[in-house]
């Protein structure tokens, strides 16, 4: 088809200058101070708590407001009910540089990230209600709330422009995964078949009376021991050449018998998605030569876990898929290397989705000497959001490290505040 010729009319050289210096006016408006709804200099703070679907709420927001808003995502709750909320661990520092904030406790407890998505989001709405439209929101989370920012930045991204995640489950579901792969290495090397209790008492009796007898403890390993903490040690994180992560076995030893997880034989009716989801189809196991099991053996012989049906599917279940790395906004992330509950294994295989996806330069890591979860200071915590803020305003890109270098031996110095004193540089020292 044919798009008829049309003659343009002619402009005169006033209505061109007037068109030219509209134009210039608006980017001028672009550019200028941020003048949004809720941005009057003279309106007081606000400080309002309530319920919002079910969910406690908090909303602060000083009373210069520059337009940023952080919206808080905590980590895992136990129990029954809804959450309780809480500030976040920087929330004065948020107020002090001219922002707002958001947090929710969320409708239930327990590990549901794609209930608490929601909630975050209806709180982020009724934020635009009572207060104004920020120019932007960064969606911050802690450990399980680590899930939520990058389900988030991945599932949501018109509501985000910026995510900063803390000790976080950032590789999603691949936290089911690294736990069930843990307690299936030890079934298979203390020689108990674990994964065939009938239920979690009956799990937590044979941990204690056999597993442990045959493995040992962090410290005090038998054989058997040694060889599963070389298999854990490299679900953790260690490098390729086979360096130990710094400070893992100190982190491990208060994680050793938590990690190892019960598995319900009805598993289609189990409502944790995380167990449903779990699965260790795609784990390639290593381990360390000389003692006495070669990696061949380990991955032929383990007992491999299956999902449930439509558990990771992208459809059904978009927040229990694996993740994608397609982000389309800045992501910051803080880690410890002797995180034992939520290692950094799952920041390695998250920086390896983005490479994937060819996003990578929208991912900055930065990791820390301690065997702690979620242990990092203010100052750590403060530098990481103010750099975010420059990175989303000014395209300031901050500066992380590589957590797939070949020797991880010396990482996290940048970010340490001072060593361990069993930090095997501190022992050098």
């Not at 960064?138 to 949501?156: D, F, K, N, T, W």
């Not at 018109?158 to 069930?180: H, K, S, T």
Request: aromatic share 6%; charged share 20%.
């Amino acid at each position: 088809m044919t798009t008829p010729h049309h003659t343009r009319p002619r402009v005169s050289p006033r209505r061109a200058f007037v068109a030219l210096l509209a134009l210039s006016l608006a980017l001028v408006v672009v550019r200028a101070p941020w003048s949004g709804a809720g941005a009057a200099a003279d309106r007081a703070a606000i400080s309002k708590s309530g319920v919002l679907g079910g969910a406690s709420y908090l909303i602060e927001a000083p009373a210069k407001w520059e337009g940023g808003l952080v919206v808080f995502a905590h980590g895992i709750q136990r129990g029954p009910g809804p959450g309780a909320v809480g500030a976040p661990p920087i929330g004065g520092h948020i107020l002090a540089e001219g922002h707002a904030w958001v947090a929710s406790g969320y409708r239930a407890r327990e590990y549901q990230p794609h209930l608490f998505i929601e909630d975050l989001i209806a709180l982020r709405e009724l934020f635009l209600k009572e207060v104004g439209q920020p120019r932007w929101t960064i969606i911050y989370g802690q450990s399980m709330g680590g899930h939520i920012v990058v389900a988030s930045l991945e599932l949501r991204p018109a509501f985000y422009q910026g995510g900063l995640a803390e000790c976080g489950l950032v590789d999603g579901i691949g936290i089911a995964d690294y736990l069930m792969a843990y307690t299936a290495a030890a079934e298979l090397i203390s020689g108990v078949p674990m994964l065939e209790a009938p239920d979690k008492e009956a799990f937590a009796r044979i941990l204690n009376e056999r597993v442990v007898p045959a493995l040992g403890m962090p410290g005090a390993y038998t054989a058997r021991g040694r060889q599963f903490d070389s298999v854990v040690k490299y679900l953790m994180g260690a490098d390729q050449a086979g360096n130990d992560l710094p400070m893992r076995l100190q982190g491990l030893r208060r994680r050793y018998l938590p990690n190892m997880m019960h598995r319900p034989r009805d598993l289609e009716n189990e409502p944790n998605p995380g167990l449903r989801a779990a699965s260790t189809v795609h784990i390639r196991y290593r381990i360390d030569p000389g003692l006495g099991l070669t990696e061949d053996e380990l991955n032929a012989r383990v007992r491999r876990v299956q999902p449930a049906k439509d558990a990771r599917s992208p459809i059904a279940n978009p927040v229990y898929a694996e993740r994608t790395g397609r982000i389309k906004a800045p992501l910051l992330t803080l880690h410890e290397t002797g995180d034992a509950w939520v290692p950094l294994s799952l920041e390695q295989s998250y920086r390896r989705r983005t490479i994937a996806a060819g996003t990578d330069q929208l991912l900055v890591q930065r990791v820390m000497r301690a065997p702690s979860h979620c242990g990092f200071d203010g100052e750590t915590r403060e530098q990481a959001f103010d750099d975010l803020v420059a990175w989303i305003e000014r395209g300031v890109r901050p500066v992380g490290e590589d957590v797939l270098a070949p020797d991880l031996s010396r990482i996290g110095l940048r970010w340490t505040p001072s060593l361990h004193p069993e930090d095997p540089l501190a022992l050098r020292r």
